[in-house]
Each structure stands twice: as C-alpha cells, then as structure tokens.
C-alpha cells in the first residue's frame, strides 16, 4: 500500500509560480507511475500530467503544456509538479496518485492522496 500526502499548495496572482510536492510513503514508490489531476468547483476530476516510474517519460494534458513540469525524485519518495504561468482557470483542489502502468484516465489510478487548494487571483 501506498500513502501520498500533497503539499505546495496556496493562493497566487494570475501569472505567478507554484511548485507542488506528493510525499509517498512506502518503498514500493519506484514502482509506480504518478499523475497529477485536479478538480475545481463544480467540475468534474481532470488530468493534469503522469510520469513513469524512471522519470524519463512525461505526458501532459493541452490545457497546461508548456506551462507545467512533472518530475519525480526516487530517493526521495516525492513526487513534484512545478507550474508556471498561471491562471484563474487553474484555481482547483490538485491531487496525485499512483498508477501501475501509467494512464491519463481516472479508473487507472490506485492510490491517491487528499489534495492540495491551488486558488489563482485574477
């Protein structure tokens, strides 16, 4: 079993930075897939972007390529998510999870953590 914690989460101006972390528990981490979604108010839960287990594969959804970085560091059971550029319309709750094989899709993940509030200012 598998324990994700969020965290990096706030509130910054439309524009600004934010970089999130999901602290894994266990020493089974490596072997998953991780994959960051969110969920705003009235929404339904969405994908934001998954890393496979070595960190050499990224993938990202259109509404944020180009202004977010997934990264994961192995030794350190952390998984990141650095986002730049921001926009109101990613003010949400963000969550990650673990997948055995790597997914965009909800049902794919096994393991999820409570969530971290991004809110964006305009």
């Known amino acids: 079993q598998v324990q994700l914690v969020e965290s990096g989460g706030g509130l910054v101006q439309a524009g600004g930075s934010l970089r999130l972390s999901c602290a894994a528990s266990?020493?089974?981490?490596?072997?998953?897939?991780m994959g960051w979604f969110r969920q705003a108010p009235g929404k339904e839960r969405e994908f934001v972007a998954s890393?496979?287990?070595?960190?050499?594969?990224?993938y990202y959804a259109d509404s944020v390529k180009g202004r977010v970085t997934i990264s994961r560091d192995n030794a350190k059971n952390t998984l990141y998510l650095q986002m730049n550029s921001q926009k109101p319309e990613d003010t949400a709750v963000y969550y990650c999870?673990?997948?055995?094989?790597?997914?965009?899709?909800?049902?794919?993940?096994?393991?999820w953590g409570q969530g971290t509030q991004v809110t964006i200012s305009s």
């Open positions: 999870a673990t997948s055995p094989g790597g997914s965009i899709t909800i049902l794919d993940y096994n393991y």
């Open positions: 266990g020493r089974t981490f490596r072997n998953y897939a």
């Open positions: 890393i496979n287990w070595s960190g050499g594969s990224t």
